[in-house]
């Protein structure tokens, strides 16, 4: 079966510091992979999606960035944080032809 | 342009009794339809789908949704609430053409008092 992991669980971080956070996929290969961040526990925001090894779509132009540097690994990162960054990241998969995503736990971004 | 809309910011239902979440869409062709249940600070988790077929589909926890193409809506349903089923609802709509992306309501959040 599939499984998703997302770490950290929970972050807090200051002003201008840099973040990377981390998701990966098992039991499932060459899965679309997706960053969402959901701000005030409602509505999602999709960031990036990402179709293929190093193909990365960013959907909302800011200071973060994705990675894919393995088919099943979905990396999101900044280099300076702000405090709109807070919020609740997170990751999802589905595989094509299928539309429904899976998602993972989330992680909690808090930016002091 | 496609969407799709929960209307209902908040439900709240006596538990036992039957419960609807309400989702109206907007999109060209035919619709693909999901529901998804979040709990507090988890993330979100599958429920159902409706891509073509039985207006009335089943799916998980005793949670089913009847397409109404119509009144283009997708009503999320279940016969007899329980506490356990309080927490947050999303619709989402699939993006004709895309690379598989869903276009998602902005959530419902569902109480059920005992």
């Known amino acids: 079966s599939q499984t998703i992991h997302q770490w950290p669980a929970t972050l807090v971080q200051p002003v201008g510091s840099p973040l990377s956070l981390e998701c990966t996929v098992e039991g499932t290969s060459n899965p679309n992979l997706y960053w969402y961040r959901q701000a005030a526990g409602r509505g999602l925001q999709l960031l990036f999606y990402?179709?293929?090894?190093?193909?990365i779509s960013s959907e909302v132009p800011q200071n973060l960035s994705a990675s894919r540097p393995q088919d099943r690994q979905f990396i999101l990162s900044s280099k300076k944080l702000l405090l709109s960054d807070s919020g609740f990241y997170l990751c999802?998969?589905?595989?094509?032809?299928?539309?429904?995503?899976?998602f993972g736990p989330g992680t909690r971004l808090t930016v002091t | 342009a496609q969407s799709v809309a929960q209307p209902e910011d908040q439900v709240n239902v006596a538990e036992g009794n039957p419960l609807t979440v309400k989702c109206t869409y907007s999109v060209s062709g035919n619709p693909y339809l999901f529901w998804y249940v979040q709990y507090p600070n988890r993330g979100l988790q599958f429920l159902l789908k409706?891509?073509?077929?039985d207006n009335l589909v089943k799916g998980s926890y005793g949670f089913e949704a009847e397409f109404n193409k119509s009144q283009t809506s997708f009503h999320l349903k279940k016969p007899s609430a329980l506490v356990s089923d309080s927490a947050l609802y999303f619709c989402?709509?699939?993006?004709?053409?895309?690379?598989?992306?869903?276009?998602w309501g902005a959530g419902t959040k569902l109480i059920i008092k005992p």
């Open positions: 409706y891509i073509t077929g």
């Open positions: 999802a998969w589905s595989v094509p032809p299928a539309y429904e995503q899976y």
């Open positions: 989402a709509v699939r993006v004709k053409d895309s690379n598989y992306q869903l276009i």
């Open positions: 990402s179709v293929g090894i190093g193909q």
